[in-house]
């Protein structure tokens, strides 16, 4: 199974990414740790995407997709994976299907995660005020003012996405603002929907009365008045053909003959 899970930053896609994982078995590929660890280990890739990343910008797509290009061929992700915070563009998408189609595989499902920006904010802000508390580290882009630019971003050139997958068919929409159990259930309703292909509903054979074509009402009518006419210019016409009649048998019939002893002399 080849998943994808879109949403804006902060809906919840790695948190239920983990819940995917530990049912299906599937491995998690997050562009997102993926760049952070090629930071940390100070990579030419990881040096080169440090500051676009810490400003909240998104990641040029030649770059994110040579990673994920690399890392699907690992032999871990040949029984599936699921993709978080990749593609970002309608560009990464096309490359994407590129990717899988040279391997002779596709897409079951792209799930969005829909949310309400001004909520997703507010629990943006709570969760980071509950690490502070716990004296947990921060990221550098987990911080209110990053997280605006980053859904301005989303909305440019992520959200295109949606119209994306949703032509190609595969996509599936849950409620992201839901406990994180409920949405899990929903996902997998949806990939339960997505593994039986629904059938076609079939026509029925009982058609309904075909309605009178305009154009041959109006024939229908035109034809009865010009029956009218005919009728009228036949009566008019009907004396002069028993005229021509009377002429004809006239001229056809025998002329009487004279006995002889009925001549003058």
Do not use: C, W
């Not at 490359?95 to 309400?116: F, P, Q, S, T, W």
């Not at 440019?156 to 996509?171: H, K, S």
């Not at 024939?219 to 002069?240: Q, Y």
Request: hydrophobic content about 35%.
């Amino acid at each position: 199974m080849r998943l994808i899970l879109l949403g804006p930053p902060g809906a919840g896609k790695g948190t239920q990414a983990q819940h995917q994982v530990a049912k299906y078995g599937l491995v998690q590929l997050s562009t997102g740790d993926m760049l952070r660890a090629a930071v940390k280990a100070g990579t030419p890739t990881g040096r080169q995407v440090q500051d676009i990343m810490a400003h909240g910008g998104l990641v040029p797509d030649d770059i994110v997709v040579e990673i994920v290009a690399q890392r699907i061929e690992q032999p871990d992700a040949r029984k599936g994976f699921i993709l978080d915070g990749f593609p970002r563009t309608v560009g990464q998408a096309e490359a994407l299907d590129r990717m899988l189609a040279k391997h002779g595989l596709a897409l079951d499902a792209v799930i969005e995660l829909r949310v309400d920006e001004d909520a997703l904010i507010k629990r943006i802000e709570s969760r980071i005020a509950e690490m502070k508390a716990r004296g947990e580290p921060l990221r550098e882009d987990d911080n209110p003012e990053v997280l605006h630019r980053r859904l301005a971003a989303y909305r440019e050139q992520t959200a295109p996405l949606i119209a994306y997958y949703r032509r190609r068919r595969v996509l599936r929409s849950v409620n992201g603002m839901a406990p994180v159990l409920e949405v899990a259930a929903q996902i997998e309703k949806a990939l339960a929907g997505e593994e039986i292909a629904p059938k076609h509903p079939k026509r029925s054979a009982k058609r309904s009365p075909a309605k009178t074509p305009r154009s041959a009402s109006i024939g229908k009518k035109s034809g009865s008045r010009g029956t009218g006419l005919r009728h009228k210019a036949a009566t008019r016409r009907k004396p002069a053909r028993r005229q021509a009649t009377a002429h004809k048998a006239a001229a056809h019939k025998p002329k009487a003959k004279h006995k002889p002893g009925n001549r003058r002399r």
